[in-house]
């Protein structure tokens, strides 16, 4: 069961995404002009998103795939135009709303369902994959933990997470972000310590089924994420 922390993260998340910075959004996940701190930010996006792809694979004929926190929905897309089952579910109606508008009729063998809720809804089924691409980078280790514990026993083969790794550079980004005004904020970043994150996982006794697998960091400018899974044993 998710945590009360979550729970109120997720309020928070959704509020930001589905209103504060909606516009902003969905310039930053399409092809028109923006600024440079934001043009590498998209770019450390694009490259995350084709890292977690190249993992799951090119042919994923057959294969249902939960993409936890879709936002716009790129990367459900592609995995979709690979031939796979998507479940595409975001907190954010409007983010959904986009993502529906910018998928294309043809999608070959595959095929996406884009859906509003929470992305550890028990009614959402079983996969051979979750993927949650800068869907937890703003939680605590435990409530990670605790998210990962409850996609675990409805996915078959892996669990592809990214999370932000705790860096001095990173660091000052936050501290300049905290200048500015409150309501101009996104939900900050919880930067996490990779050590402490595996100890933590190799811990969990509703992980014993799991082992960890790659973990490869994307750095772009304002953009620090790091790219890690967990495989089914």
Not at 90 to 99: E, F, G, N, W
Not at 104 to 127: I, K, Y
Not at 168 to 189: E, K, Y
Not at 208 to 230: L, P
């Amino acid at each position: 069961m998710a945590t009360h922390s979550y729970r109120q993260r997720l309020a928070e998340i959704e509020h930001y995404f589905d209103r504060t910075a909606l516009e902003a959004w969905s310039r930053l996940t399409s092809n028109s002009p923006v600024g440079r701190i934001r043009s590498t930010v998209r770019a450390g996006r694009d490259a995350m998103r084709a890292l977690l792809l190249e993992r799951l694979g090119d042919d994923l004929t057959g294969q249902r795939i939960l993409d936890a926190g879709c936002g716009t929905g790129a990367l459900s897309i592609e995995a979709a135009r690979r031939g796979a089952e998507v479940l595409a579910i975001d907190i954010s109606p409007s983010l959904i709303d986009i993502a529906r508008e910018r998928t294309p009729r043809d999608l070959g063998n595959g095929s996406v369902e884009f859906r509003v809720g929470d992305m550890l809804g028990a009614d959402l089924g079983d996969f051979d994959h979750a993927v949650a691409m800068d869907s937890l980078i703003h939680y605590q280790t435990d409530d990670v933990i605790a998210a990962l514990c409850e996609l675990a026993p409805r996915c078959r083969r892996s669990i592809q997470f990214t999370f932000a790794p705790r860096t001095p550079a990173l660091a000052v980004m936050h501290s300049v972000g905290r200048l500015f005004p409150r309501g101009n904020r996104a939900p900050s970043i919880v930067p996490v310590g990779e050590n402490h994150l595996r100890l933590s996982l190799e811990r969990e006794p509703r992980l014993r089924d799991w082992r960890h697998g790659r973990s490869q960091a994307i750095r772009s400018g304002f953009y620090q994420s790091r790219a890690c899974e967990i495989l089914r044993r």
